[in-house]
């Protein structure tokens, strides 16, 4: 298995611009989430979904930020405008509904807004 | 008071020294509990979980929770230098998916 894929893995935009984060998750995982960290917060959950329905957006900071899953192999975490605070990385995790409970990490993508 | 709380380190053991790592967490309801490694510029990987107060062990990783005192810990023995890594402390909710994770403690391992 591929485990989750996500791009792109580095983002290097202006303030004001649109960024858009996508997320392939392991195939067959019911979950998905999208995560934020920084050094100051450390890593924060920013929304959930299951079987491509958001259940828990309860950690997104505000209405800048949104996330879609439109189907159950593909999601995207969107933020318009941005704002040099929104520099992180973001991980998207994915797990499987019956299993342990364990999230498996992408490989994250690094945002810097300038 | 933080949901979980972790040392943040640095936590400096010299090899093949055991390493002990702490996290105490508030929500009583609290059903899972995890351990992630974090090396530098990656993602985090869980290295163990746990469910019931006692002991688990997996190979030189050995996980303790204790629900009364609100306690989890993780020991690592015979500590490698490729055991230095931040390791993430996280815990779920009964009933839900969703993982808090602590700050994170920062290990180095001395050759």
């Known amino acids: 298995d591929a485990g989750v894929i996500q791009s792109p893995r580095h983002e290097v935009t202006e303030m004001g611009q649109e960024v858009t984060l996508r997320c392939k998750p392991i195939?067959?995982?019911?979950?998905l989430f999208w995560y934020r960290q920084t050094m100051m917060r450390g890593l924060e959950l920013l929304i959930y979904?299951?079987?491509?329905?958001?259940?828990?957006d309860s950690g997104m900071p505000e209405d800048r930020f949104s996330a879609k899953m439109p189907n159950a192999s593909f999601s995207t975490l969107k933020i318009q405008p941005s704002e040099p605070r929104d520099s992180a990385v973001y991980f998207c995790?994915?797990?499987?509904?019956?299993?342990?409970?364990?999230?498996?990490f992408g490989p994250g993508t690094r945002l810097t807004v300038l | 008071q933080k949901e979980v709380e972790q040392n943040s380190g640095p936590l400096s053991v010299p090899e093949g020294a055991i390493a002990s790592l702490n996290c105490t967490y508030s929500?009583?309801?609290?059903?899972?509990f995890f351990w992630y490694r974090q090396y530098s510029g990656k993602s985090p990987e869980l290295i163990m979980f746990?469910?019931?107060?006692g002991d688990k062990e997996d190979g030189r990783f050995t996980a303790q929770l204790n629900k009364a005192s609100q306690y989890v810990s993780l020991l690592i023995r015979d500590s490698q230098p490729s055991d230095s890594a931040t390791y993430l402390c996280?815990?779920?909710?009964?009933?839900?998916?969703?993982?808090?994770f602590g700050q994170g403690t920062r290990l180095t391992i001395n050759p």
């Open positions: 995790a994915s797990s499987w509904d019956g299993s342990t409970d364990t999230q498996y």
């Open positions: 195939s067959g995982h019911d979950y």
């Open positions: 979904f299951n079987n491509n329905v958001p259940i828990d």
């Open positions: 929500d009583r309801g609290s059903q899972s």
């Open positions: 746990i469910y019931s107060n």
């Open positions: 996280a815990v779920m909710g009964r009933g839900a998916q969703k993982l808090v």
